[in-house]
C-alpha cells in the first residue's frame, strides 16, 4: 500500500497523470468514486456529447443534404432509444479503454471516496462503508468539476436538467429552453434542435460564448439562428414553475424591467461548472483554495502543502479535457525529475456544432485591449473548392499577427471540421511560427485547410482565390 504517486479522479486529467507517472517508473495508485473510470469527459462529458452531436449531424444532412447529392432515402426516422444506446456503446469503449490502460502499465486502482488524511495518506472509503488507508511519496488531486446550479431552480435531471439529464433524454421536448449561451448549451441545444426540438437561448451576457472572439460569435450566431435557434441576450432566468405537463420560464432583462414567462417541456441549466473538492478533506490537510474553491498551485501544479499536488477542472484555467491531460503529464514529468510545461497560450478551444468553432491564441478583442498592432487575414469558406463541393462553405479563417513581427497570435475558424484544422494553428503557434511560414506551407489540394494558408496570405492581402 505504499505508492510512489497515488492519484485522486480517473478523469482525463487524473487517468493521463497515472499513465505518464507509471511510463517513467513510478508505482501509481488511482482512486476513482464513479462505478466507471474516464471523468466526467468520458462519461457524461466530451464523448457522449460528441457521439449525439455526430448522430444527430448525420440524420439532420440524412434529411437536408443526401438528397441534394443524388441519394434518395426519404424523410428519415429517428430511433431516439437506437441513437443513445449508440451513445452508449462509444462511452462504454471508451471507459473500458481507460481500464485497460491502468491494467497495461500496473496502475493499481481503488474504488471509492479519496479523502486527504494526513502527510502522504489517502483514505479511500467505499461504498460498502469500509474504509482503508494507502500511502503515497505524491498525491495529485484530480478531482474535476460538477454542474454550476441556478439560484431559484431545481435541476431533477428529468425535466430541468443539466448536460448529464440532457444526454439521456427519452423523448425530444417540443420546447427546449437553455439557460446560458456557452459551449455545453450551445453543443446540447443544436443536438436538440436537430432532432426536433423548438430551441430558445437565454442569456445573461448580450453575446454568446463569451471568451471568443466577438466577430467570431456575431457570425456564429447568425449560423446558429438560420438553423433555427432563437437567443434571448442579456436575459436571466429567475425561476422556473412546473405547471401540469409544462415548465413556466420567468425570464427578466438583465439589467432589471419586465419579466417574461416562456413555456417550455424541458429546461437545460448550462451555466457552466465549479471545482468539485467536497469530501478530500482539504481544509483539514491545510490545502488552500480561491474565492472560486479552486485549488491553488504553483506554476509545477504543487499547492502549499508539500506532496500534494492537484491538475485539472480543480484548479484555475479553462475547463477542457486537453488542457487536464496535458497538466497530468506535466505534474508526472516534474515527479520524475524532468521539466514538464504547460503552453497556457497555445490551447485549443472548440465548440462541436456545425459549423465548428475552433480558436487557439488571442481574439481580436483580448488583442484591442492589450494595445498590440496586429494585421488581420481573413478567408472565407465560400471561395474554398473543397468546400464548395460539399455544400460546407459557412464560415470563415482569420488570422492574427503581430503587426512587426508577423508571429501568429490568434487562429479563429468558424467552418465545418475546424475543431480538426485548429490543430495546424496550435502546431505553427507552439513553434512560434509566423503567418507568413503558414502562406509558405504547401497544403494538400483540395482540402478545407486550403483556406488555412489563404488566411494567412491574405495578412499581406496576397490570397490568390478572393
Ligand atoms: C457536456 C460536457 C461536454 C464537454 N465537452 C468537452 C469537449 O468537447 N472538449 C473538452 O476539452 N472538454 C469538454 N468538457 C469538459 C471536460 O469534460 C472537463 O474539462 C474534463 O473532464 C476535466 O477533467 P478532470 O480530469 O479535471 O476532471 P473530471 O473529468 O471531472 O474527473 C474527475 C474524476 O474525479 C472523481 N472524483 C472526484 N472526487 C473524488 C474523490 N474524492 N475520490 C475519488 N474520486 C473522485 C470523479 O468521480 C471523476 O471521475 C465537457 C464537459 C461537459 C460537462
Given at each position: 500500500?505504499h505508492y510512489?504517486?497515488?492519484?485522486?479522479?480517473?478523469?482525463?486529467?487524473?487517468?493521463?497523470?497515472?499513465?505518464?507517472?507509471?511510463q517513467?517508473?513510478?508505482?501509481?495508485?488511482?482512486?476513482?468514486?464513479?462505478?466507471?473510470?474516464?471523468?466526467?469527459?468520458?462519461?457524461?462529458?466530451?464523448?457522449?456529447?460528441?457521439?449525439?452531436?455526430?448522430?444527430?449531424?448525420?440524420?439532420?444532412?440524412?434529411?437536408?443534404?443526401?438528397?441534394?447529392?443524388?441519394?434518395?432515402?426519404?424523410?428519415?426516422?429517428?430511433?431516439?432509444?437506437?441513437?443513445?444506446?449508440?451513445?452508449?456503446?462509444?462511452?462504454?469503449?471508451?471507459?473500458?479503454?481507460?481500464?485497460?490502460?491502468?491494467?497495461?502499465?500496473?496502475?493499481?486502482?481503488?474504488a471509492?471516496?479519496?479523502?486527504?488524511?494526513?502527510?502522504?495518506?489517502?483514505?479511500?472509503?467505499?461504498?460498502?462503508?469500509?474504509?482503508?488507508?494507502?500511502?503515497?511519496?505524491?498525491?495529485?488531486?484530480?478531482?474535476?468539476?460538477?454542474?454550476?446550479?441556478?439560484?431559484?431552480?431545481?435541476?431533477?435531471?428529468?425535466?430541468?436538467?443539466?448536460?448529464?439529464?440532457?444526454?439521456?433524454?427519452?423523448?425530444?421536448?417540443?420546447?427546449?429552453?437553455?439557460?446560458?449561451?456557452?459551449?455545453?448549451?450551445?453543443?446540447?441545444?443544436?443536438?436538440?434542435?436537430?432532432?426536433?426540438s423548438?430551441?430558445?437561448v437565454?442569456?445573461?451576457?448580450?453575446?454568446?460564448?463569451?471568451?471568443?472572439?466577438s466577430?467570431?460569435?456575431?457570425?456564429?450566431?447568425?449560423?446558429?439562428?438560420?438553423?433555427?435557434?432563437?437567443?434571448?441576450?442579456?436575459?436571466?432566468?429567475?425561476?422556473?414553475?412546473?405547471?401540469?405537463?409544462?415548465?413556466?420560464?420567468?425570464?427578466?432583462?438583465?439589467?432589471?424591467?419586465?419579466?417574461?414567462?416562456?413555456?417550455?417541456?424541458?429546461?437545460?441549466?448550462?451555466?457552466?461548472?465549479?471545482?468539485?473538492?467536497?469530501?478530500?478533506?482539504?481544509e483539514?490537510?491545510?490545502?488552500?483554495?480561491?474565492?472560486?474553491?479552486?485549488?491553488?498551485?504553483?506554476?509545477?501544479?504543487?499547492?502549499?502543502?508539500?506532496?500534494?499536488?492537484?491538475?485539472?477542472?480543480?484548479?484555475?484555467?479553462?475547463?477542457?479535457?486537453?488542457k487536464?491531460?496535458?497538466?497530468?503529464?506535466?505534474v508526472?514529468?516534474?515527479?520524475?525529475?524532468?521539466?514538464?510545461?504547460?503552453?497556457?497560450?497555445v490551447?485549443?478551444?472548440?465548440?462541436?456544432?456545425?459549423?465548428?468553432?475552433?480558436?487557439?491564441?488571442?481574439?481580436?478583442?483580448?488583442?484591442?485591449?492589450?494595445?498590440?498592432?496586429?494585421?488581420?487575414?481573413?478567408?472565407?469558406?465560400?471561395?474554398?473548392?473543397?468546400?464548395?463541393?460539399?455544400?460546407?462553405?459557412?464560415?470563415?479563417?482569420?488570422i492574427?499577427?503581430?503587426?512587426?513581427?508577423?508571429?501568429?497570435?490568434?487562429?479563429?475558424?468558424?467552418?465545418?471540421?475546424?475543431?480538426?484544422?485548429?490543430?495546424?494553428?496550435?502546431?505553427?503557434?507552439?513553434?512560434?511560427?509566423?503567418?507568413?511560414?503558414?502562406?509558405?506551407?504547401?497544403?494538400?489540394?483540395?482540402?478545407?485547410?486550403?483556406?488555412?494558408?489563404?488566411?494567412?496570405?491574405?495578412?499581406?492581402?496576397?490570397?490568390?482565390?478572393?
Amino acid at each position: 500500500m505504499h505508492y510512489d504517486l497515488i492519484v485522486i479522479g480517473s478523469g482525463p486529467g487524473g487517468y493521463v497523470c497515472a499513465i505518464r507517472a507509471a511510463q517513467l517508473g513510478m508505482k501509481v495508485a488511482v482512486v476513482e468514486k464513479d462505478k466507471t473510470f474516464g471523468g466526467t469527459c468520458l462519461n457524461v462529458g466530451c464523448i457522449p456529447s460528441k457521439a449525439l452531436l455526430h448522430a444527430s449531424e448525420l440524420f439532420e444532412e440524412s434529411g437536408h443534404l443526401f438528397d441534394k447529392m443524388g441519394i434518395k432515402l426519404g424523410q428519415p426516422k429517428l430511433d431516439l432509444a437506437a441513437m443513445m444506446k449508440f451513445k452508449d456503446e462509444g462511452v462504454d469503449g471508451n471507459v473500458k479503454g481507460v481500464a485497460f490502460l491502468f491494467k497495461k502499465n500496473k496502475i493499481d486502482t481503488f474504488a471509492g471516496v479519496g479523502r486527504i488524511a494526513g502527510r502522504s495518506k489517502v483514505e479511500v472509503k467505499g461504498a460498502d462503508g469500509t474504509s482503508q488507508v494507502i500511502e503515497g511519496k505524491a498525491v495529485v488531486i484530480a478531482t474535476g468539476s460538477d454542474v454550476a446550479r441556478l439560484r431559484g431552480v431545481e435541476i431533477d435531471e428529468q425535466r430541468i436538467v443539466s448536460s448529464t439529464g440532457a444526454l439521456v433524454l427519452d423523448k425530444v421536448p417540443q420546447r427546449l429552453l437553455v439557460v446560458g449561451a456557452g459551449v455545453i448549451g450551445l453543443e446540447l441545444g443544436s443536438v436538440w434542435r436537430r432532432l426536433g426540438s423548438e430551441v430558445v437561448v437565454v442569456e445573461f451576457l448580450d453575446r454568446i460564448l463569451p471568451g471568443l472572439d466577438s466577430e467570431v460569435c456575431r457570425q456564429f450566431q447568425r449560423l446558429l439562428e438560420k438553423q433555427g435557434i432563437t437567443f434571448k441576450l442579456s436575459s436571466k432566468v429567475t425561476g422556473v414553475e412546473i405547471s401540469g405537463n409544462k415548465l413556466k420560464a420567468t425570464v427578466e432583462p438583465a439589467a432589471g424591467g419586465a419579466a417574461e414567462a416562456i413555456d417550455a417541456d424541458v429546461v437545460l441549466v448550462s451555466i457552466g461548472r465549479v471545482p468539485f473538492t467536497e469530501g478530500l478533506g482539504l481544509e483539514e490537510a491545510g490545502v488552500k483554495t480561491d474565492n472560486k474553491g479552486r485549488v491553488t498551485v504553483d506554476a509545477r501544479y504543487a499547492t502549499n502543502v508539500p506532496g500534494i499536488y492537484a491538475i485539472g477542472d480543480a484548479i484555475a484555467g479553462p475547463m477542457l479535457a486537453h488542457k487536464a491531460q496535458d497538466e497530468g503529464v506535466a505534474v508526472a514529468e516534474n515527479l520524475a525529475g524532468r521539466s514538464g510545461h504547460v503552453n497556457y497560450e497555445v490551447i485549443p478551444n472548440v465548440v462541436y456544432t456545425y459549423p465548428e468553432v475552433a480558436s487557439v491564441g488571442k481574439s481580436e478583442d483580448e488583442l484591442k485591449q492589450g494595445g498590440i498592432a496586429y494585421k488581420v487575414g481573413k478567408f472565407p469558406f465560400t471561395a474554398n473548392g473543397r468546400a464548395k463541393v460539399n455544400l460546407q462553405t459557412e464560415g470563415f479563417v482569420k488570422i492574427l499577427a503581430d503587426a512587426k513581427t508577423d508571429r501568429v497570435l490568434g487562429v479563429h475558424i468558424v467552418g465545418a471540421d475546424a475543431g480538426n484544422m485548429i490543430a495546424e494553428a496550435a502546431v505553427a503557434m507552439e513553434f512560434g511560427a509566423a503567418s507568413e511560414d503558414i502562406a509558405r506551407t504547401c497544403h494538400a489540394h483540395p482540402t478545407l485547410t486550403e483556406a488555412v494558408k489563404e488566411a494567412a496570405l491574405a495578412v499581406d492581402n496576397r490570397a490568390i482565390h478572393m
